[in-house]
């Protein structure tokens, strides 16, 4: 059985779980073993997966502060197996690849109507950052904001969230401070956000299986 290692940027193995909301019951019904595990703490991660999914995170992929940034990106560069990358994981990907991260036009939170070669246009987003396109990557996808998804060879790179759930949600909203909090919702409408999701999940889900299945089909069998 092929196996799949998803990076989460978060130490509680129950966080850890919930994360990679629809993508990990995905991989399964595509014949994954999937294993979690992280670059935190010092972390040093398995490196023989078939295929590597790289998640979110609140901090910055351009933070050369942090302390574990390094060592993820590194693996990333070194990576001989397929990678996708979400959100801040396709801002990682970019930058191991030769694109750069910087501070975003502006913020896209909710739902966005994105242009290109994917499964579906309406996709979840929650960003500050953007990536650029790393040289030899085609586009994939874009909106007014900027690029929303390349390939790079058989990685995938991503700004929007496929595994979105009102599970993932919750477990972002649980990590904001009450300052963060409370400047998100001077801005965008949170509970509206929530609601559909959960009017979509099933909708989303499918998206999200989707788009799986046609990464994971360049992965060797």
Request: net charge negative.
């Amino acid at each position: 059985m092929p196996r799949a290692l998803i990076v989460v940027h978060e130490t509680d193995p129950v966080r850890q779980r919930r994360i990679p909301g629809t993508i990990l019951p995905a991989l399964e019904e595509l014949g994954f073993a999937v294993e979690i595990d992280t670059h935190y703490g010092g972390n040093t991660v398995r490196e023989d997966a078939d295929l590597v999914v790289v998640m979110g995170s609140a901090h910055a992929a351009y933070d050369d502060s942090l302390p574990w940034l390094a060592a993820e990106l590194d693996f990333l560069r070194r990576s001989t197996a397929p990678v996708l990358g979400v959100c801040f994981g396709g801002q990682a990907l970019s930058r191991a690849l030769g694109g750069t991260v910087a501070r975003a036009a502006r913020p896209e939170r909710g739902f966005v109507d994105l242009r290109g070669d994917l499964p579906a246009h309406r996709w979840m987003e929650f960003h500050y950052d953007a990536f650029t396109l790393p040289p030899g990557a085609e586009l994939v996808a874009r909106n007014e904001t900027g690029i929303q998804a390349f390939r790079h060879g058989p990685h995938l790179g991503l700004q929007f969230h496929p595994e979105i759930t009102t599970d993932v949600f919750a477990t972002w909203r649980e990590s904001w401070s009450p300052e963060f909090a409370a400047s998100v919702a001077a801005e965008v409408d949170v509970d509206a956000i929530s609601a559909e999701i959960s009017s979509r999940a099933d909708e989303l889900a499918a998206q999200c299986r989707a788009l799986l299945a046609r990464f994971c089909a360049r992965v060797p069998r």
